[in-house]
C-alpha cells in the first residue's frame, strides 16, 4: 500500500494518491492531470478510482479530465448530482483497490453531499481517513457554502456535528487524519499549517471535536468570525457539477505568446484584463498602464478569484520569463479558463516598442514615519480580524478581500497611503486603484510588519483569538 499526499501551497490543498497491488485511486485532484499520469506511468499502475469528498467551491477538480484519460470511475457520496456519468456511493459502501478497502462515510455538514473516506489497510485495520472538507487540522469545514431556500448555516452546522460525533470520531485514536486544505484556504478559519495527523490529537486539540460540547454550542462557535465567502467559490463548485473545459485546450489557447503590437490589439478587441503575476516591487517600479497585479509569488489562485468576478473574462498576462504555463494553470485552477496569451518579451519588450509605462510611488517604513502627520489618509487593507488585532491608530480598515464592494468610499481627489502585512496585498490594492483612476496613491514596502518598527501611534494589541 502506498499513500501519497499531493500538497500545492497556492491553494492550500491536497489530493491524495494511493495504490495497492498496481490499482490507483485519486482523491480530490487538481485541475491538471499531468502529476497523476506521470505517477502512474512510473508505477506501471491504473486508476480504478477518482473519489470526490464533495463539490469542491475553492478549485476546479481534475476529475472530468482524469477519468476520461484513464477510464477511471468518478465516485461522489450521497445527494452528488452531475451532469456527467457518476458512481454515486452508498452511506458505509465500500470498494476494492487491490488488498485495501476504502469506506465511503457520509458525513454531510460542510455541503450535503460532503463524503469522508475511510481506508482500511491488508489486515482490515482503519489505518487512515480522508476527510475533504468536513474535518481539517485545527477546525472543521465552514458550513454556510451550501445554504438553500429551505436549509440554513445552522441547519448544515448542526448536520456536520452529528457528522462528526457520529462517524468521524467513534474511530480509533491513531487513525491518520489527512483533509483536503491547510493553513490559508477560505473553507475555514482556524487551520493548522501542518497538513497530516492523528485522529487521538485532533480530539486533544481541535475545539470543534471536543467531547463535552453541546450542539448548540458547537453551531455557535462553527459559525463566529467566519468571513463571507469568495465570490468564485459558488461558480467552482458549480462547475465541478457541470464540467468545464479540458485543461489541455485551456493551455493551448492560453501559453501563447504575443508582440506588443498584437498584445495591444488583443486588450483593445477582447476588452481584455491585462494581469502582472511578476513580483510586487517590479509591478510598482513599472508596469502597463491600466494593468493589475496579483502575483505569483503569493495567493495567486485566491485572490484572483477573490478579486475577478468573472470567469469568462479574457485574461492577458505579463509573465516572469518562463512563468507563462504556470500562470496559464494555476487561473484554471480556480476556473479562468479564457487567457488570450501573454506578452513576449514581458516589460522590457513592451518599452522597446515605445509602448507606455506607468508607476506607483512606493516608500519604505521610516520614509512614512518622517511624512506621517494626522491628516494622512492611509488604507489599511489587510483582513479585519488583522486590522482589529492592532493597526495605526489614524489606520482605515479596507480590506482587499472587499474592494470591488468599497470602492465607492475613497475620493480620487485625495492621496492615499496604502499597506497591509508584508507588501504582497497593498500592491494588489494599488494595482486595482490605480487602473480605477485614483493617481495619487503611495505604498508602503514592508506594510505592517515593518510599520510596527516605528514611532507612528498604534493601538494596543489584541490577541485575534480573545
Known amino acids: 500500500m502506498k499513500i501519497e499526499q499531493i500538497y500545492t501551497g497556492c491553494l492550500a490543498q491536497g489530493a491524495y494518491y494511493i495504490e495497492s497491488e498496481g490499482e490507483v485511486a485519486i482523491i480530490?485532484?487538481?485541475?491538471?492531470?499531468?502529476?497523476?499520469?506521470?505517477?502512474?506511468?512510473?508505477?506501471?499502475?491504473?486508476?480504478?478510482?477518482?473519489?470526490?469528498?464533495?463539490?469542491?467551491?475553492?478549485?476546479?477538480?481534475?476529475?472530468?479530465?482524469?477519468?476520461?484519460?484513464?477510464?477511471?470511475?468518478?465516485?461522489?457520496?450521497?445527494?452528488?448530482?452531475?451532469?456527467?456519468?457518476i458512481y454515486q456511493a452508498k452511506d458505509n459502501e465500500t470498494f476494492k483497490l487491490g488488498k485495501v478497502t476504502i469506506k465511503a462515510l457520509h458525513t454531510p455538514g460542510h455541503t450535503l453531499e460532503s463524503t469522508t473516506y475511510l481506508l482500511i489497510d491488508e489486515d482490515g485495520k482503519n489505518h487512515a481517513l480522508f476527510t475533504g472538507d468536513?474535518?481539517?487540522?485545527?477546525?472543521?469545514?465552514?458550513?454556510?457554502?451550501?445554504?438553500?431556500?429551505?436549509i440554513t448555516k445552522e441547519d448544515l452546522a448542526a448536520m456536520l456535528f452529528d457528522s462528526l460525533r457520529n462517524k468521524i470520531m467513534p474511530l480509533a485514536d491513531n487513525v491518520i487524519v489527512y483533509p483536503a486544505h491547510g493553513a490559508g484556504s477560505a473553507c475555514g478559519k482556524n487551520l493548522s499549517k501542518e497538513t497530516v495527523d492523528t485522529l487521538g490529537n485532533q480530539k486533544k486539540t481541535n475545539y470543534a471535536l471536543r467531547a463535552d460540547m453541546t450542539k448548540?454550542?458547537?453551531?455557535?462557535?462553527?459559525?463566529?468570525?467566519?468571513?463571507?465567502?469568495?465570490?468564485?467559490?459558488?461558480?467552482?463548485?458549480?462547475?465541478?457539477?457541470?464540467?468545464?473545459?479540458?485543461?489541455?485546450?485551456?493551455?493551448e489557447k492560453g501559453d501563447v505568446p504575443l508582440s506588443p503590437e498584437k498584445f495591444e490589439l488583443i486588450a483593445n478587441q477582447e476588452g481584455a484584463l491585462l494581469l502582472d503575476v511578476r513580483t510586487q516591487d517590479e509591478f510598482l517600479k513599472e508596469h502597463i498602464p491600466n494593468s493589475i497585479f496579483i502575483g505569483l509569488n503569493g495567493s495567486f489562485a485566491p485572490w484572483v478569484g477573490a478579486l475577478i468576478t468573472d470567469l469568462k473574462q479574457p485574461i492577458l498576462l505579463i509573465v516572469p520569463e518562463g512563468k507563462s504555463k504556470e500562470a496559464v494553470t494555476r487561473l484554471s485552477r480556480v476556473g479562468y479558463d479564457n487567457t488570450l496569451g501573454y506578452l513576449d518579451g514581458g516589460i522590457e519588450n513592451w518599452k522597446k516598442a515605445s509602448k507606455e509605462v506607468a508607476t506607483i510611488n512606493s516608500i519604505i517604513a521610516e520614509t512614512f514615519q518622517e511624512e506621517y502627520n494626522d491628516s494622512l489618509n492611509i488604507l489599511d487593507v489587510r483582513k479585519p480580524g488583522e486590522y482589529e488585532s492592532e493597526h495605526l491608530e489614524k489606520g482605515i480598515t479596507f480590506p482587499l478581500d472587499f474592494i470591488n464592494e468599497h470602492m465607492g468610499e475613497l475620493d480620487k481627489n485625495k492621496k492615499y497611503y496604502v499597506h497591509c502585512a508584508g507588501g504582497y496585498r497593498s500592491a494588489i490594492a494599488a494595482s486595482i486603484l490605480k487602473a480605477r483612476g485614483f493617481e495619487n496613491l503611495v505604498d508602503i514596502k514592508g506594510g505592517f510588519g515593518a510599520l510596527k518598527n516605528t514611532e507612528i501611534p498604534k493601538t494596543n494589541y489584541s490577541c485575534p483569538n480573545s
Do not use: W
Not at 480504478?48 to 476546479?60: G, L, M, Q, S
Not at 472543521?140 to 429551505?150: F, H, S
Open 28 to 85: 480530490d485532484p487538481l485541475r491538471e492531470t499531468a502529476p497523476y499520469l506521470k505517477r502512474i506511468e512510473k508505477e506501471n499502475a491504473k486508476v480504478k478510482y477518482i473519489f470526490e469528498t464533495h463539490f469542491h467551491a475553492d478549485f476546479v477538480s481534475g476529475h472530468v479530465d482524469l477519468a476520461e484519460k484513464t477510464g477511471a470511475t468518478i465516485v461522489y457520496g450521497p445527494n452528488a448530482k452531475t451532469s456527467y456519468d
Open 134 to 150: 468536513t474535518l481539517f487540522l485545527g477546525d472543521v469545514g465552514r458550513p454556510d457554502l451550501a445554504i438553500k431556500q429551505d
Open 216 to 251: 448548540q454550542e458547537f453551531v455557535d462557535e462553527v459559525l463566529d468570525g467566519i468571513m463571507p465567502p469568495p465570490q468564485y467559490f459558488s461558480k467552482n463548485a458549480m462547475l465541478n457539477k457541470e464540467g468545464y473545459s479540458t485543461f489541455d485546450d485551456v493551455l
